[in-house]
């Protein structure tokens, strides 16, 4: 069954412009409903908390309280019901992003991406999925975790051979089809593993799923991942 209701979404950015053209690339979309606009990290937060937007599109760079510190206090570890939040950014490999999505983000955006990303991206992280690109977010990963002293493997997983298969494909950026298709197991099999990966490990979304694999050393860090091309 589809869903019901728009799917409701904060845009937060510094520059009107910004925010306006993806207001009205949302707004075009029948499934999609931008209900605010947030011009700082403060507002972001506050406008997040109040509302509750399936999907709030933060940027990272904005004066005062910047995306970064803001997806934390809505996204974090600490964070009690966290909200999905998806960091804009201008560049794919930013030190920044990867802070933020250390901070909670289900995944990134870039600025440029087009109108026909944009929905999609919005769509995919409410559905738990990768956004906009799975490769960007591997090529990120692989970037800023190959000088990161990590062990080959954190000894005794507490998790199955299969979803050892699972992890090992969300980090190289398979889709849940994919990985559906890849393991011939079905789709809601694949999300079974993957809410049991993050109960067992304490991550909250796939991303960080994927942060996990990357820094205990499960994918190899020299050349691209084989899904790549």
Known sequence: ???QTPIRVLVADDQ??????LRLILDAEPDIEVISEAADGAAAVRLARLLRPDVTLMD???????GVRATELLAGPQVTDPLRVVVVTTYDVDEQVYAALLAGACGFLLKDA???WLPEAVRAAVDGEAVVSPSVTVRLLRHFTRSAAAPAGPPGLPVTTRELDVVLAVARGRTNAEIAGDLHISLSTVKTHLASLQGKLALRNRTEIAIWAWRHGLVGRDGPPPSLH
């Open 114 to 116: 087009g109108a026909r």
């Open 1 to 3: 069954m589809g869903r």
């Open 60 to 66: 990272i760079r904005m004066p005062g309280l910047d």
């Open 16 to 21: 009107a412009l910004v925010r306006t053209g």
